[in-house]
């Protein structure tokens, strides 16, 4: 049952522009996360908020800003995106006390 | 930081066979997932399992805590098992979960 939900699926976009990705958890969870998917597939963490506060920011461009209104929402801004920047970006959430993670379907980032 | 190995990085199988997905890791784990991830699909988690057995149908999923290291073990392979397995971790307390670089399954007919 589909409880972690991201928009657009999709955004094909041209290199210097701005993207902006949602996402939405409807589990009560206090831990959201983005999470970046290479061509590879390779999965490398880029941020993680609990209770609204961001707690890991991994080594990533500053060009990438994630923004938290509430524990149940957890957005991603890209400024000027570049081509490296093409890939699946997936969000995820956990609580505190049962720590599994559920991830969204992800949302497929082109830069042409 | 934490590390996660995982083995083998492909495998190929005929229908009916069984398979054996590896995963070590670089601390102690207090957080152990295993995720499937069929081709252009979501994340789907198999097990939470920081340690001990666990089964479900086909698969199962067993943690060796201090030996730091999971397994994940699919008997009687079918075709719709393709896909990608991975395992995450953490350690402690921190909010970093930590994934494999996966095993790719093909189940040939």
Sequence with gaps: ETAVFQTPNYHVTQVGNEVSFNCKQTLGHDTMYWYKQDSKKLLKIMFSY??????????????????SSDK???NLRIKSVEPEDSAVYLCASSSRDRNTL???AGTRLSVL | GQQVQQSPASLVLQEGENAELQCNFSSTATRLQWFYQHPGGRLVSLFYNPSGTKHT??????????ERRSSLHISSSQ??????????MASGG????????????VVHP
């Design chain 1, 102 to 104: 559920y991830f969204g």
């Design chain 1, 50 to 67: 609990n209770n609204k506060q961001l707690i890991v920011n991994e080594t990533v461009p500053r060009r990438f800003s994630p923004q």
């Design chain 2, 57 to 66: 149908g086909r698969l199962t999923s067993t943690t060796v805590t201090n």
């Design chain 1, 72 to 74: 149940a929402h957890l």
């Design chain 2, 79 to 88: 075709t719709t098992d393709s896909g990608t397995y991975f395992c995450a």
């Design chain 2, 94 to 105: 921190n909010y970093k979960p930590t994934f494999g670089k996966g095993t790719s399954l």
